[in-house]
């Protein structure tokens, strides 16, 4: 039943197929193409041809292969970026939303804090402080990142406890641990597992973003935001350089995109 309500999602149907092409490319490509730190003094600038099939950066290096493999280096940094807010955020949602009280009021003042900057403004301000590179961003999206997921589960978590179903666990002197994990988490982690999804586009564009403004990932690593940024000069030129990364960066996104929208549509037909 599960499998027929996801085949019978075009949108899941649709994400699943564009991100797992794009993983699988992420993966295996690497092993068969040149390595994207290798430079030809040849090909300098060369178009695209039957060595190199989307030409070569003003270093020689194959454009393909650097693509590539930024392919894969961006959605690494995303996905590990991803599991300490993702958790923090979970635990700290139900915290706030099962007990409430003072609980609950500091982590929503903590919460109003935080958002009251902007997203990116805030990252790239914590960058700097903690210094460039993936530390940096590791650090930087565990700041910020956990508040949507923390406001999204204290939201639903707030409604399920008030169901009788909790009131009657909690007053049959079932275990509070046992009452969050068995009756309130099963019922708030779908929404949370819908905002994962769609959450990678934003990391995505913060880590391609950071790469531009040469605070991500550290040279001579490819990454989609600095391939777009040291290529930006060809723009008119040979467009390829930099658009092809941002041309990656906004299927990424689509992908993405349909697949959270797809997880939305199972599990909305499922409750």
């Known amino acids: 039943m599960r499998i027929e309500r996801m085949t019978s999602s075009p949108s899941f149907v649709a994400g699943s197929i564009v991100v797992t092409v794009i993983v699988l490319i992420a993966v295996l490509g690497p092993i068969w193409l040149p390595d994207p730190t290798a430079q030809d003094p040849n090909a300098l600038l060369a178009g695209p041809s039957g060595t190199h099939w989307l030409g070569a950066d003003q270093l020689g290096r194959d454009t393909l292969s650097r693509l590539v493999s930024a392919a894969g280096t961006d959605l690494r940094i995303a996905i590990l970026a991803l599991i300490t807010p993702f958790l923090v955020g979970v635990v700290l949602g139900t915290?706030?939303?099962?007990?409430?009280?003072?609980?609950?009021?500091?982590?929503?003042?903590?919460?109003?804090?935080?958002?009251?900057?902007?997203?990116?403004?805030?990252?790239?301000?914590?960058?700097?402080v903690v210094g460039a590179g993936e530390r940096g961003v590791y650090v930087a999206l565990a700041v910020v990142g956990w508040v949507t997921y923390a406001r999204v589960i204290r939201a639903t978590t707030r409604v399920i406890s008030g169901q009788d179903w909790v009131t009657a666990a909690r007053q049959g002197g079932v275990p509070t641990w046992r009452v969050i994990t068995r009756h309130v988490l099963p019922h708030t982690l779908t929404q949370a597992v819908v905002l994962l999804a769609s959450d990678v586009i934003v990391v995505i564009v913060a880590v391609v973003t950071l790469g531009y403004l040469g605070l991500g990932v550290r040279p001579p690593t490819p990454d989609w935001g600095s391939m777009i940024s040291d290529n930006r000069a060809f723009i008119t030129t040979l467009w390829w350089l930099p658009a092809m990364p941002g041309f990656a960066v906004v299927l990424t996104g689509i992908g993405f995109a349909l697949l959270a929208d797809g997880i939305a549509d199972v599990w909305r037909v499922r409750r």
Request: glycine letters at 8%.
């Open 95 to 128: 915290v706030a939303g099962f007990f409430g009280g003072w609980t609950d009021t500091v982590v929503m003042r903590v919460i109003d804090v935080l958002i009251a900057f902007p997203f990116y403004v805030l990252v790239i301000t914590l960058v700097f």
